[in-house]
């Protein structure tokens, strides 16, 4: 950014070139001298002046054409230019005008005349360049928006991504890390494992309208999951009315089984309403969960654009088969997570069950109650 604007003066005469010049420094700016045309095209591209006071009338290559070359490259098109002519014919005045240059003054001048002109036209040349370094800043302002606004989209599909089988809190913070890559890699982890689904629900299928059944379920998703997020449980699976839920993955807690025993309790309270709203409509429909404890290895599973975070392993097959087994009302939960929750709830011994895939039958207990609030 120079601190005095710039004149290139151009002229084959030597004495009014000294005239000029004088007066143009006095005034407050600097010079640059060009002799000819050609040296005019040459200082131009050199220097690159605010301004060019350009006399018309030269040897070789004239003030005409020197401003029809400058005007056609877009680079030096905003430089004004103010031709000095001894000619006052008025085709001589277009010719110039035509060729782009920007004002004219006729020889002899005025001095005071000539200082006006530079200034006018140098005012229209500082709009120009304030307008230009704004259209350059507003459009670096522009690709740092877009390139937030970008980085932003992909947070959030980032984080859509997680919320579909995370709590969104957690979502939230391993987005904001960028970690989610680390954290949902295969590895193996203890895990509680809780299973729910509807008792009757096939029954209800096979005569219901598909619509019947979609406004079930989305009523049933609805009221059931808020609460998978409260517990902070990573919901692993939907599968028609079924649901897998479970604790200490990706992220470790240390109260797993008794989260996923206050989870189901919660789950069962609030499926009695559903029920009991749905019994007036003619819909026998039940509702079982159970809950088992054990190791199994983690992470993404499926293929580009279409990715689920699974848990593989025993564990979850136990609290699926426990589920199967559960009666409308009934949690069904190991012996290790009734060990686990022996001082926060009331359970009942079933007995030893034979489940479906196991080789020998496990102690099972029933969750009646809670003797704490949940969570």
Same mark, same amino acid.
């Given at each position: 950014?120079?601190?005095?604007?710039?004149?290139?003066?151009?002229?084959?005469?030597?004495?009014?070139?000294?005239?000029?010049?004088?007066?143009?420094?006095?005034?407050?700016?600097?010079?640059?001298?060009?002799?000819?045309?050609?040296?005019?095209?040459?200082?131009?591209?050199?220097?690159?002046?605010? /301004?060019?006071?350009?006399?018309? /009338?030269?040897?070789?290559?004239?003030?005409?054409?020197?401003?029809?070359?400058?005007?056609?490259?877009?680079?030096?098109?905003?430089?004004?230019?103010?031709?000095?002519?001894?000619?006052?014919?008025?085709?001589?005045?277009?010719?110039?005008?035509?060729?782009?240059?920007?004002?004219?003054?006729?020889?002899?001048?005025?001095?005071?005349?000539?200082?006006?002109?530079?200034?006018?036209?140098?005012?229209?040349?500082?709009?120009?360049?304030?307008?230009?370094?704004?259209?350059?800043?507003?459009?670096?302002?522009?690709?740092?928006?877009?390139?937030?606004?970008?980085?932003?989209?992909?947070?959030?599909?980032?984080?859509?991504?997680?919320?579909?089988?995370?709590?969104?809190?957690?979502?939230?913070?391993?987005?904001?890390?960028?970690?989610?890559?680390?954290?949902?890699?295969?590895?193996?982890?203890?895990?509680?494992?809780?299973?729910?689904?509807?008792?009757?629900?096939?029954?209800?299928?096979?005569?219901?309208?598909?619509?019947?059944?979609?406004?079930?379920?989305?009523?049933?998703?609805?009221?059931?999951?808020?609460?998978?997020?409260?517990?902070?449980?990573?919901?692993?699976?939907?599968?028609?009315?079924? /649901? /897998?839920?479970?604790?200490?993955?990706?992220?470790?807690?240390?109260?797993?089984?008794?989260?996923?025993?206050?989870?189901?309790?919660?789950?069962?309270?609030?499926?009695?309403?559903?029920?009991?709203?749905?019994?007036?409509?003619?819909?026998?429909?039940?509702?079982?969960?159970?809950?088992?404890?054990?190791?199994?290895?983690?992470?993404?599973?499926?293929?580009?654009?279409?990715?689920?975070?699974?848990?593989?392993?025993?564990?979850?097959?136990?609290?699926?088969?426990?589920?199967?087994?559960?009666?409308?009302?009934?949690?069904?939960?190991?012996?290790?997570?009734?060990?686990?929750?022996?001082?926060?709830?009331?359970?009942?011994?079933?007995?030893?069950?034979?489940?479906?895939?196991?080789?020998?039958?496990?102690?099972?207990?029933?969750?009646?109650?809670?003797?704490?609030?949940?969570?």
């Amino acid at each position: 950014m120079r601190e005095r604007p710039l004149i290139l003066v151009v002229d084959d005469i030597a004495e009014n070139v000294d005239i000029v010049t004088t007066r143009l420094i006095a005034t407050g700016y600097d010079v640059e001298i060009a002799r000819n045309g050609r040296e005019a095209i040459d200082q131009a591209y050199r220097v690159r002046p605010d /301004m060019i006071l350009l006399d018309v /009338m030269m040897p070789d290559i004239d003030g005409i054409e020197v401003t029809r070359r400058l005007k056609a490259d877009e680079a030096m098109r905003a430089i004004p230019i103010l031709l000095l002519t001894a000619k006052a014919g008025k085709d001589d005045v277009v010719t110039g005008l035509d060729a782009g240059g920007d004002d004219y003054i006729t020889k002899p001048f005025d001095q005071a005349t000539l200082v006006a002109r530079v200034r006018s036209l140098l005012r229209i040349k500082g709009l120009y360049d304030t307008v230009q370094q704004q259209a350059l800043e507003l459009a670096a302002l522009n690709q740092d928006l877009e390139a937030r606004v970008e980085k932003q989209i992909r947070e959030l599909e980032r984080a859509r991504g997680l919320k579909r089988f995370l709590p969104p809190q957690l979502a939230e913070m391993i987005t904001a890390e960028g970690s989610e890559a680390g954290i949902l890699q295969h590895h193996r982890r203890e895990i509680v494992a809780l299973f729910c689904d509807l008792r009757g629900f096939t029954s209800f299928a096979e005569i219901a309208e598909p619509e019947e059944v979609m406004d079930l379920l989305k009523a049933y998703h609805a009221a059931l999951g808020p609460l998978i997020h409260e517990a902070e449980g990573t919901l692993e699976r939907f599968l028609g009315d079924g /649901m /897998m839920v479970i604790f200490n993955d990706p992220l470790p807690c240390t109260d797993a089984a008794a989260r996923a025993v206050e989870l189901a309790t919660l789950m069962r309270e609030r499926f009695l309403t559903l029920s009991q709203n749905w019994e007036i409509l003619g819909y026998r429909i039940g509702f079982g969960v159970g809950i088992a404890q054990g190791y199994a290895t983690l992470g993404r599973i499926g293929f580009e654009g279409r990715l689920d975070y699974a848990a593989i392993g025993t564990v979850t097959n136990i609290a699926a088969r426990l589920c199967a087994e559960a009666r409308n009302g009934q949690i069904l939960v190991t012996h290790r997570i009734a060990t686990e929750v022996a001082d926060t709830a009331v359970l009942d011994a079933v007995g030893d069950l034979q489940l479906k895939g196991l080789s020998r039958p496990l102690p099972v207990f029933n969750v009646k109650s809670l003797n704490r609030p949940a969570f």
